[in-house]
C-alpha cells in the first residue's frame, strides 16, 4: 500500500507560482497514476490535474489549463504540480492521490497541503 506526503504548500501573491510535491513510499510508484485535487473552504472537492503511468498522457480541469503542469519522477517517486500564474480562486486545501486503475478515482491520498493566494 503506498503512502503519500505533500509539501511546498504556502502563501503567495495573486501572479505568483508555488510547485507541489508528493513522495510516494511504500508500493511501485510507476504502477500508479497520480492525480491532485483540491478543495476550498466551504465547497466540494474538485479533480485539478492527473498523470498517467509513466508519464505518457495528463489531464488537466479547464480552470488551470496553461498555468499549471503535472509531472512525475518515477526514480525519485514523486509526483510534482507546477503552478504559475496562480488567483484567488486557486485557494484550496491541494491533495495528491494515487491509484493502480485509470477509473477517475482515488484508493490513496495524502494529507494535504495549503495553498493560500492573495489578491
Known amino acids: 500500500q503506498v503512502q503519500l506526503v505533500e509539501s511546498g504548500g504556502g502563501s503567495v501573491q495573486a501572479g505568483g507560482s508555488l510547485r507541489l510535491a508528493c513522495a510516494a513510499s511504500g508500493g511501485i510508484f510507476s504502477n500508479y497514476v497520480m492525480g491532485w485535487l483540491r478543495q476550498a473552504p466551504g465547497k466540494e472537492r474538485e479533480f485539478v490535474a492527473r498523470?498517467?503511468?509513466?508519464?505518457?498522457?495528463?489531464k488537466y480541469t479547464d480552470s488551470v489549463k496553461g498555468r499549471f503542469a503535472i509531472f512525475r519522477d518515477d526514480a525519485k517517486s514523486t509526483m510534482y504540480l507546477q503552478m504559475n500564474n496562480l488567483k484567488s480562486e486557486d485557494t484550496a486545501v491541494y491533495y495528491c492521490?494515487?491509484?493502480?486503475?485509470?477509473?477517475?478515482?482515488?484508493?490513496?491520498w495524502g494529507q494535504g497541503t495549503q495553498v493560500t493566494v492573495s489578491s
Open positions: 492521490a494515487a491509484d493502480e486503475r485509470m477509473r477517475g478515482e482515488y484508493a490513496y
Open positions: 498523470i498517467s503511468w509513466r508519464g505518457s498522457a495528463t
